[in-house]
């Protein structure tokens, strides 16, 4: 395996013994084709297989796996639009990758089609992992389990994807306030949860979150939903990975401040120094 750098639009390879990996296209001569780099990154090629890690921190790369919170832009036939990033062209979630009412399992119909926006609308936030990425970089997603689908009653915080490490699991939670730090950099906090795993039947789940969603939030718990966030901001703010663990030190550590106080520069150095040290 080789590596160097290239930057969008520079050609890495020519004719035909190569294949084209993430981050690159082929262009078409007339005799010939060309392999050109679509992203400032570093070339990695395995055998014929040549792809571009970016180096830019802000642009997401999805692989099979990811825990991902993104925003419905569109309802499309059979699926929804998803923005996942700034950087990235959007996924989608097809129809048939969704938990239907009831935990029903079933070939989608018709009838269904018709009554996408009773699951997702325009501007909804969900949850979802990645089924698949397709040849051209777009990534399918699906919410077949409980614990993902649509988020409500909560806070977003945008970092760089780059400071959000692939973990074992996602989900964590800080006191009464659940986390959900998705590999796209969006993260999700929010009242904690029930516990879903006792709840034996799917209809059963869908209660509690239906219940969970309707109870408003109590002022305490949005002052704990405040500061957390705020506390992800001093993270990155600081260009520091944002771990669950150092999540809670700066939220332990910002307690003699008020909430509004903890994104004041001279405490961002202040609260973080712990860490960089």
Same mark, same amino acid.
């Given at each position: 395996?080789?590596?160097?750098?290239?930057?969008?639009?520079?050609?890495?390879?020519?004719?035909?013994?190569?294949?084209?990996?993430?981050?690159?296209?082929?262009?078409?001569?007339?005799?010939?084709?060309?392999?050109?780099?679509?992203?400032?990154?570093?070339?990695?090629?395995?055998?014929?297989?040549?792809?571009?890690?970016?180096?830019?921190?802000?642009?997401?790369?999805?692989?099979?796996?990811?825990?991902?919170?993104?925003?419905?832009?569109?309802?499309?036939?059979?699926?929804?639009?998803?923005?996942?990033?700034?950087?990235?062209?959007?996924?989608?979630?097809?129809?048939?990758?969704?938990?239907?009412?009831?935990?029903?399992?079933?070939?989608?119909?018709?009838?269904?089609?018709?009554?996408?926006?009773?699951?997702?609308?325009?501007?909804?936030?969900?949850?979802?992992?990645?089924?698949?990425?397709?040849? &051209?970089?777009? =990534? *399918?997603? #699906?919410?077949?389990? /409980?614990?993902?689908?649509?988020? @409500?009653?909560?806070? %977003?915080?945008?970092?760089?994807?780059?400071?959000?490490?692939?973990?074992?699991?996602?989900?964590?939670?800080?006191?009464?306030?659940?986390?959900?730090?998705?590999?796209?950099?969006?993260?999700?906090?929010?009242?904690?949860?029930?516990?879903?795993? &006792?709840?034996? =039947? *799917?209809? #059963?789940?869908?209660? /509690?979150?239906?219940?969970?969603? @309707?109870?408003?939030? %109590?002022?305490?718990?949005?002052?704990?939903?405040?500061?957390?966030?705020?506390?992800?901001?001093?993270?990155?703010?600081?260009?520091?990975?944002?771990?669950?663990?150092?999540?809670?030190?700066?939220?332990?550590?910002?307690?003699?401040?008020?909430?509004?106080?903890? =994104?004041?520069?001279?405490?961002?150095?202040?609260?973080?120094?712990?860490?960089?040290?």
């Amino acid at each position: 395996m080789t590596t160097h750098l290239v930057v969008p639009g520079q050609v890495i390879a020519e004719g035909d013994g190569f294949l084209r990996g993430h981050g690159t296209y082929v262009e078409i001569l007339e005799n010939s084709e060309r392999l050109v780099a679509s992203v400032a990154g570093r070339v990695e090629r395995v055998n014929k297989l040549v792809s571009v890690i970016p180096v830019a921190s802000s642009l997401y790369r999805g692989h099979v796996g990811d825990l991902i919170v993104g925003r419905i832009l569109e309802v499309q036939t059979n699926r929804w639009k998803v923005q996942i990033s700034d950087s990235h062209r959007s996924a989608q979630l097809p129809l048939s990758g969704v938990h239907l009412p009831g935990g029903v399992q079933r070939v989608r119909t018709q009838q269904d089609s018709r009554e996408m926006r009773q699951l997702f609308h325009e501007g909804d936030l969900v949850s979802a992992e990645v089924h698949n990425v397709q040849s &051209d970089g777009t =990534l *399918a997603l #699906h919410t077949r389990s /409980l614990r993902y689908g649509k988020l @409500e009653n909560g806070c %977003l915080i945008i970092v760089p994807p780059a400071l959000v490490a692939k973990r074992k699991n996602h989900f964590c939670e800080i006191g009464n306030i659940s986390l959900l730090l998705g590999t796209n950099g969006y993260i999700w906090i929010q009242r904690a949860l029930p516990n879903l795993e &006792d709840a034996q =039947l *799917a209809e #059963h789940k869908e209660k /509690l979150k239906k219940e969970h969603t @309707e109870t408003p939030v %109590l002022p305490d718990e949005r002052e704990k939903i405040a500061r957390i966030r705020n506390s992800i901001e001093c993270l990155a703010k600081v260009h520091l990975m944002v771990t669950p663990e150092r999540i809670e030190q700066v939220f332990k550590i910002s307690q003699s401040l008020r909430t509004e106080e903890i =994104l004041f520069p001279d405490n961002i150095i202040k609260l973080t120094r712990s860490i960089l040290r």
